[in-house]
DNA sequence: CGGTGGGTTGAGGTATTTCAAGGCTCGTGG
DNA sequence: CCACGAGCCTTGAAATACCTCAACCCACCG
């Protein structure tokens, strides 16, 4: 009843498993609501629990003084987040939509991994994942064109939103660019260029859900 | 013997103490030397072993298909890389100059991190530091102008490697821009523009040792 | 109904890239 | 010893990918 595995994310099983592992340890979970756009926590503030969300979007991102917004990653049904070594928060996070998550104190966890070392080593596999997500997403912002970003974002959520072959992003225009580091302009005009070659279907009025018809071809943007 | 402590880096003075209490735990460290532009392990490649610098420095990077690349980091003296959760290495690493490092075999590592929970955590520490790094670069990267990105270049490297006052990059142009997902020729001209307002200046006739004359003014380039 | 919050599209501007030329240093070989 | 080429760096001019600004559309909602 605490660890609910409601399908979802493909990728970040490991997460997933894991807060039901530390469950199983007697730690106790509590469930919170947050109403779109409400702050979970900020950056630099310190960090008591760590989250899983239960239901909804995260966004977690980092801010530059005069308001330029990097987000870091999207966190969906399933996905662990705020997890932290050190004293403090290192991005601001934000229910994207209504969010429901299950949290636990920190505090307990970090008894518990000096205790076990299988949890601490599920948190240095945790901790690796994300890592990993980074490298990749460096590669994207430091190398890719506008197509390439916007191609392998549609893959990525494919990949770990995607029911029935149809994906309804959680997230506006200006999340994606965000992610991305464009404007959402820039990101609008892909997805019009990628509709117009075919590889992408909008359903509904809304353009936020998306069907990918060829995934082959989407991957390979720009070749 | 094994663990010379020889200065250098301000930051990851985790990684350096870590391997020495690896080697505390008795597992043989190796040296190997790799002349300049050499191959130390490439993307994909079964990770047998982990490294730590102990003399020059080494970029670990990602290619495009066609030739695209980003680096994600640079190692200095004490620096650990080379630590893979998974099966394979993440990153191609190549020595930038004549570069000494310590080996040690990871399957060893990996009993000890299992037996114990102090090396486990270490282990955590460090990929959350690795971690912490990459997301900081995902907003540089993503969000950051020329300017910004190469006075967040010459910050981190000033703290890094800087010896009495000046800095002795290891580095070309070209190995900065792919850093900072640049081309040499612009990374040159912010390097000339931060010149010409007397940020920074240069010494002797090679363009590679440069002492920072307004770090503050740096830090706060673009305001 | 009017306002607000997305989203798209066009036109023009600009930061960065691309292309090209030239200079300096250093090692190598005649 | 000097000539030469390779590697590295700088600088200028032109091209371009992406951004900015602006208009417009649509859905939703009080």
Redesign the interface.
């Known amino acids: 009843m605490l660890v609910n595995n409601n399908a979802a994310s493909a990728s970040r099983q490991c997460a997933l498993g894991e807060l039901g592992e530390l469950s199983r340890a007697r730690i106790n979970l509590s469930e919170f609501k947050y109403r779109r756009g409400a702050e979970i926590y900020g950056e630099a503030e310190p960090a008591d629990y760590i989250y899983q969300v239960a239901n909804g979007a995260v966004r977690s991102y980092?801010l530059?003084?005069d308001g330029?917004?990097?987000i870091?990653a999207f966190h969906l049904g399933g996905d662990i987040f705020g997890l932290?070594?050190?004293p403090a928060h290192?991005?601001t996070t934000e229910a994207i939509t209504e969010t429901t998550v299950r949290l636990m104190k920190r505090c307990s966890l970090e008894h518990v991994?000096?205790?076990?070392?299988h949890v601490?080593?599920d948190?240095?596999?945790m901790?690796?994942s994300?890592?990993?997500h980074?490298?990749?997403?460096?590669?994207l912002?430091?190398?890719?064109t506008s197509l390439e970003r916007v191609a392998a974002f549609l893959l990525e959520m494919d990949r770990r939103l995607s029911a029935a072959n149809v994906m309804a992003l959680p997230m506006c225009r200006r999340d994606i660019a965000?992610y991305?580091?464009l404007t959402l302009e820039t990101v609008s005009r892909a997805l019009s260029h990628l509709h117009g070659m075919g590889i992408l279907g909008f359903i509904g009025q809304t353009q936020r859900q998306i069907v990918l018809l060829d995934r082959h071809r989407l991957a390979n943007v720009n070749?």
Chains 1, 2 share one sequence.
């Not at 980074?134 to 590669?139: F, G, R, V, Y």
Request: proline share 0%.
């Open positions: 980092k530059l003084s330029r917004r990097q870091g932290e070594n050190g290192r991005f991994a000096e205790a076990d070392v601490a080593l948190l240095l596999n901790t690796t994300n890592l990993e980074a490298e990749n997403h460096m590669l912002l430091g190398r890719k965000d991305l580091g070749l």
